[in-house]
């Protein structure tokens, strides 16, 4: 499938989205542009003369509900659900560009992505696909939350939460090398809890969020069922996680493991990850004879979520 290319790819052409930012529901275009090989991720500010912020972790600005990126005081928001789309899809090369601060929220998951990828295509480039190889592990804990990575052969992930009901503790473990993204992960929809509603608008946060973009959760039931899966909300987890850990700037070789973590853990992980050089170096792909850890763990994608948050 088209996520276990060696060799980096763009789109083959224009995808335009338009809608609304989840926190600052502020009416959102959107158009992603094929990117030449070796560009990575860039957004591109097309209402502040096209300023760009390259999707790398030194650009990771404030983070509790959602991700967001900053250079020289200009903000791009939310930009995980998209991010993750692109690594999991396995599109290295594009520029986003965006004529406001916050990505449009969509259905709250990231298909309409995928799906939009499926219609345009991928261009395979000329260049080799580098991952950020795992040599030693590197962990992160604050009180009960843990996230870590591991040295792994693909990409596994591990993710464990727990939440009031009817949420609950949730599991899901796989990987992103051999498992399916698109159809596992991608569906996956963010969710929140109609209690937090008054407290997270008092914070300016979610002007955006109706039953079209999100699950809700009220008096210990969803409101706008039915689910796409009994474990949604683990599996969103792991589509937020995807995305922030995008910000590495290459996808991960290695195993993550994750428990009751969320945007600020995750990008935390990033953040220690590049800052320690010893814990990683750059290979090419995964059926190389040079690679250590070829035969090593075969896990498969895994399902499982986080707490309220974008
Ligand atoms: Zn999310």
Known sequence: MSQNAHREQTIRADIEFHGIG?????????????????????????????????????????????TSLMRQSVLISTTEHLLSALIGYGVDNVIVEVDNLELPILDGSALPYIDAFQTVGLKQQRRRREYIRILKEVEVRDGSKFIGVYPGSGYGIDYTIDFPQPIGCETFRGDLETGDYARLIAPARTFGFKEDEPKLRDMGLIRGASEACAIIIANQSVQNGPLRFPDEFVRHKVLDLIGDLALAG???????????????????????????????DLAHGYDEADQPHASEIASAILPTTLPAHA
């Open 22 to 66: 989840l926190h600052s529901g502020a009416e959102v275009s959107m158009r992603l542009v094929p990117a030449p090989a070796g560009s990575g991720i860039v957004f591109r500010r097309t209402d502040l003369d096209n300023f760009e912020i390259p999707a790398i972790g030194r650009n990771v600005a404030k983070v509790s509900y959602a």
């Open 250 to 280: 290459r996808r991960i070789q290695g195993h993550v493991v994750a428990e009751r973590a969320g945007h600020a853990m995750h990008t935390a992980l990033v953040q220690r990850l590049m800052r320690d050089r010893s814990a990683w």
